[in-house]
């Protein structure tokens, strides 16, 4: 099982993200579990999607606290020592920021991607909404689903602006980088 948490602000995506990859996920054949944490909270604040995807039906029922992979739409919310004590050993974060960070020297220990998803999705024609550009990139990292399966299910969960998202999803997956730390 390989369980994934989407932390971002309200607005951006990251709850759908975790849907439209679930959706992917299930017509690959596999089984997801998708779900959230957030309130009342208004565009902006916090929130967190949650999904799990396993081969065989999930009968687990509560919340992920040591995902394999953490995937961050707003830099403001990296807290380093949140990682390092819940991602698990050879995890994996991707994170939206514009050039390789100082911070990220503390995580060599995990595989790390980043993508300015802000301007791809602002290039593309998206807005603000970062999910169909993180997906992009986040698929390039794990090869945890196909390009045409992810593309097909932004086409149907995402009806408005589809072209758009679909060239953010490409453009994501095509300029992500991978952090390598010099030892």
Excluded: W
């Amino acid at each position: 099982m390989i369980e994934i948490k989407f932390r971002g602000r309200g607005g951006q995506g990251a709850v759908s993200a975790s849907e439209i990859l679930g959706r992917a996920l299930f017509l690959d054949g596999k089984y997801p579990q998708c779900f959230s944490l957030f309130g009342g909270e208004r565009r902006g604040a916090p929130v967190v999607g949650f999904l799990r995807v396993d081969e065989e039906p999930i009968l687990l029922k509560c919340q992920i606290y040591h995902p394999d992979h953490i995937i961050i739409f707003d830099p403001s919310l990296i807290n380093e020592d949140e990682i390092l004590q819940e991602l698990k050993p050879g995890g994996m974060v991707l994170v939206n920021i514009n050039e390789e960070m100082d911070f990220l020297q503390s995580l060599r220990k995990f595989k790390i991607g980043f993508v300015n998803a802000s301007l791809i999705a602002k290039d593309t024609g998206v807005g603000s909404t970062l999910n169909t550009v993180m997906l992009g990139a986040y698929i390039h990292l794990t090869n945890l689903v196909k390009m045409d399966t992810l593309v097909e299910a932004v086409k149907t969960m995402v009806p408005s602006k589809m072209e758009e998202n679909i060239q953010a999803v490409k453009e994501g997956y095509r300029q992500v980088k991978i952090f390598e730390v010099e030892e």
